[in-house]
């Protein structure tokens, strides 16, 4: 069965701060995996997407890493900020046809920044 | 460029009533996806759309639940004779750009509350 895990459940940080979200996914096949912020009441917003064949990608203060070999990935927050307040979503899509993706969830880490 | 729409945001009906969600995709995307994300849980596809055709479903319950991408007009999701089970965030997302096929941008959700 096509699994994603993540850890911490939520974490609590100060403000300045870094922290590393992690992600251990049972996912066959494999076509890529998505970092996702979401905050309350919104929708998910893609922070990253990785390939098989990347093992680190960045946005801003955000940077993904992935170990395909050990199916696991972290998401590195640095110099955290109020605004970073959310929920963090790891995504596994299993590939697919054009558009028709498989796309498999995490429950996300619940991420709040205190001043 | 508007992104993906949702209406309406929160949507309360009674057990055995009709809930009738909707989803305009963002301009130029002609993929449709729906997912459902109940508390405390990740979300949960449901079902993958092209213009007025279903690619899909089966994420989708067997009964009650229904969905649709006409030509004209946004994507709806029907419940029909919801029970307090249906209670959740639905989320709809659409992808369909050359440049970034595989990305699927979020709507805001419809939060459907039974009573």
């Known amino acids: 069965k096509n699994q994603v895990e993540q850890s911490p459940q939520s974490l609590i940080i100060l403000e300045g701060k870094n922290c590393t979200l992690q992600?251990?996914?049972?996912?066959?096949?494999?076509?890529?995996l998505r970092w996702y912020k979401q905050d309350t009441g919104r929708g998910p917003v893609s922070l990253t997407i990785?390939?098989?064949?990347?093992n680190t990608k960045s946005n801003g203060r955000y940077t993904a890493t992935l170990d395909a070999d050990t199916k696991q990935s972290s998401l590195h927050i640095t110099a955290s900020q109020l605004s970073d307040s959310a929920s963090y979503i790891c995504?596994?899509?299993?590939?697919?046809?054009?558009?028709?993706?498989?796309?498999?969830f995490g429950t996300g880490t619940r991420l709040t920044i205190i001043p | 460029n508007a992104g993906v729409m949702q209406n309406p945001r929160h949507l309360v009906r009674r057990r055995g009533q009709e809930a009738r969600l909707r989803c305009s995709p963002m301009?130029?995307?002609?993929?449709v996806y729906w997912y459902r994300q109940l508390p405390e849980e990740g979300l949960k596809f449901m079902v993958y759309?092209?213009?007025?055709?279903?690619?899909?479903e089966s994420g989708m319950p067997k009964e009650r639940f229904s969905a649709e991408f006409p030509k004209e007009g946004p994507s709806i999701l029907r419940i029909q004779q919801v029970v307090r089970g249906d209670s959740a965030a639905y989320f709809c997302?659409?992808?369909?750009?050359?440049?970034?096929?595989?990305?699927?941008?979020f709507g805001p959700g419809t939060r459907l509350t039974v009573t």
């Open positions: 759309l092209q213009k007025e055709n279903i690619i899909d």
């Open positions: 990785m390939t098989f064949s990347e």
């Open positions: 992600c251990n996914y049972t996912v066959s096949p494999f076509s890529n």
């Open positions: 997302a659409s992808s369909g750009t050359a440049s970034r096929p595989h990305e699927q941008y």
């Open positions: 995504v596994v899509s299993g590939g697919s046809n054009f558009g028709n993706e498989k796309l498999t």
């Open positions: 301009k130029g995307h002609s993929h």
